[in-house]
């Protein structure tokens, strides 16, 4: 029944449509109860939502609006740190003599420098200016500096600064290293370290935690450009300030290069790697394209060339405010329980006492006409169930005195007309044919007669209980016979689906329908002939399909097949036992509820149904 209502939508259609009706519709109760559990659920249910939206957004907001401080404080450290590295630059414009000094520095070698230094030293009486020492004392004031370079564009050399640590001249040339070509890029003021510096500073490749802030350095008098300041900070400051702001917050904090290249990350997952989301992260709908659902907030510094990103997704956010949904999922499923139960529990008494009554009637439609309702009150479902019980008296009486007169009358009708299609056949002579058959090597003879003999003995045998199973044994045998009379022509298939052999049912019910086939409907100038027969349950109704892929049935034929199956037509002597047989063995032993049908496969052939009512033969077999 449940694998039939899974594989049929039909039928699921059908059980819901029975159980309105049946529970709701023709209940009167069950249309109190239902009024009342609409009206409590549905506004239970609104002000459940209402709440968990008023709460849930309270928290996003809050969620949001601690990022989107985290990341207005990110994003002052990032600019203090860039102005720095620019005010190195300005600073050193602002005094004449130690921009002359820098200048010489980045447009001659480092030992013509030395000369020139120690000649302004003799010359200014031992008040030289030392631009290293400058580079030297900025670097000691500001402790998120790791190192400070000087390059000159001229001479290819790179003159590096460490915090807390010694100085040193590295040479770039262009035949022995990459980097000329590097600081020649039209680069952004903010990135990652340059692979090729790290590698000279003796660096990983993917040194975590430094930021690159490039300043251009050019000659004060000429406006020629001479060379870059380049900084390289910790982003240690950054992160004290997204622990000291953001605290536990949700989801991410990035500070993104213009090429992508994540400078710092919260997570720590792609420092100082290009993010897979990089081109998504700075489009204007980054919020729409991701693949994973997140609130998104950017912060850009178009001037400095980075962005600060916010990434909080939304299953993450969700998490925070989980435990209001649980608490208001309890609260609205304990008031709906209570509001439900209360209404039910005003009516119960009555909706147990009709229920009741039902259920004797129910019972009476089954058959059973000896219960009685026990209801004794004076109220208006007490005079019902009196009232039926009166009904019944006077109903069993009627019954004995007509009802089963006619059910005899029905009985002798059918037993009549099984005794037409029932003969006593002589198998025992046909066994004795057998045998010399056998002796004289027509084997194929010999399997027919014993199968026509085991035709002939299901036929004759006399059972109380007659089941799916011994007519489809009865079909198979009959069968055989066809098939080794037509040997390639002709093949059939049986299936019998479990539970289905044990249901009672007619003798010979099949037999003219495979028949009719072999008759009228077989294509003996074929070879691919074939007959199927298939017996399966359908919700409370047995149904055994018989198909075959042969000539099908003409548009008289099935004209007429319809014509009869509105009327009882009574068959003469000598009439056909054919499809109206098998309809009236059907009708005298199921009543209405029994049927069979004709039709035309739209592949070819045609295809005979028949359903009767399940009921349980006594063998119970399962096949």
């Not at 414009?93 to 030395?114: G, K, T």
């Not at 622990?243 to 917050?249: K, L, S, V």
Request: net charge neutral; hydrophobic share 40%; glycine share 8%.
């Amino acid at each position: 029944m449940f694998s039939y209502m899974i594989a049929n939508p039909r039928g699921r259609a059908n059980v819901f449509a029975n159980f309105y009706r049946k529970r709701i519709r023709n209940s009167l109760f069950g249309k109190w109860i239902l009024l009342f559990a609409l009206i409590a659920v549905v506004s239970i249910v609104t002000l459940a939502y209402g709440a968990y939206s008023y709460m849930s957004q309270s928290v996003v907001e809050e969620v949001l609006d601690n990022q989107k401080k985290t990341m207005d404080a990110v994003g002052e450290e990032m600019t203090r740190t860039y102005e720095a590295a620019q005010a190195a630059v300005e600073n050193l414009y602002r005094d004449q003599v130690l921009a002359d000094h820098a200048s010489f520095l980045l447009q001659h070698s480092f030992d013509e420098y030395i000369r020139h230094k120690l000649d302004s030293f003799y010359e200014q009486s031992g008040k030289g200016v030392n631009v290293l020492t400058y580079f030297d004392n900025w670097i000691d004031d500001h402790p998120s500096a790791e190192h400070l370079l000087l390059y000159s564009t001229d001479r290819q050399f790179l003159y590096a600064f460490k915090q807390q640590g010694q100085s040193r001249l590295i040479g770039a040339h262009a035949a022995r290293s990459y980097i000329p070509d590097a600081m020649s890029l039209d680069a952004q003021p903010v990135g990652p370290p340059n692979a090729w510096l790290l590698k000279e500073l003796g660096l990983s490749a993917r040194a975590s935690g430094l930021i690159s802030f490039r300043v251009p350095i050019s000659d004060k008098n000429t406006y020629k450009n001479i060379g870059q300041l380049l900084v390289f900070y910790r982003n240690d400051a950054i992160e004290r300030t997204v622990r000291r702001i953001g605290g536990e917050q949700k989801g991410s904090i990035l500070v993104l290069s213009a090429e992508g290249v994540v400078l710092y990350d919260s997570s720590g997952k792609y420092v100082g790697a290009r993010h897979p989301d990089a081109d998504i992260l700075q489009s204007l709908d980054a919020e729409e394209k991701l693949k994973e659902r997140a609130y998104v907030n950017k912060l850009t510094n178009s001037q400095a060339g980075y962005t600060v990103v916010g990434i909080a997704p939304k299953a993450e956010v969700s998490e925070a405010y989980g435990g209001f949904r649980l608490v208001i999922l309890l609260a609205a499923a304990l008031s709906i329980v209570f509001v439900v139960l209360l209404p039910g529990a005003l009516v119960v008494n009555y909706a147990k006492r009709t229920g009741n009554i039902i259920r004797f009637m129910r019972k009476v439609e089954q058959g059973e006409l000896t219960p009685r309702i026990p209801d004794e009150k004076d109220d208006e479902l007490g005079q019902i169930a009196r009232s039926f019980n009166e009904m019944l008296d006077e109903l069993s009486r009627y019954i004995d005195r007509v009802y089963k007169a006619e059910i005899r009358q029905k009985r002798t009708e059918f037993a009549a007309l099984q005794a037409r299609v029932n003969p006593h056949f002589l198998y025992n002579t046909l066994e004795v044919i057998r045998m010399r058959a056998l002796s004289q090597g027509a084997d194929d003879v010999a399997e027919m007669i014993y199968s026509l003999s085991a035709l002939f003995r299901g036929v004759v045998r006399d059972k109380t209980v007659y089941t799916v199973k011994d007519e489809i044994e009865m079909c198979r045998l009959y069968l055989e016979l066809f098939r080794i009379r037509y040997k390639d022509k002709f093949a059939y298939e049986i299936k019998v689906k479990p539970g289905t052999g044990s249901a009672e049912t007619v003798k010979l019910l099949l037999q003219p329908v495979i028949e009719n086939y072999i008759v009228h409907g077989m294509r003996h100038d074929s070879f691919d002939n074939l007959i199927e027969i298939e017996a399966y349950t359908d919700q409370e109704n047995v149904v055994i399909e018989v198909r075959d892929n042969g000539t099908g049935v003409p548009e008289d034929k099935l004209k007429a097949i319809e014509s009869y199956q509105n009327q009882r037509e009574e068959e003469g002597e000598g009439g056909s036992f054919g499809l109206r047989s098998v309809r009236e063995r059907i009708l005298l032993m199921y009543g209405e509820e029994g049927g069979l049908t004709v039709a035309n496969r739209s592949e070819g052939g045609a295809r005979v149904t028949l359903a009767f009512p399940f009921r349980k033969g006594e063998q119970g077999l399962h096949v």
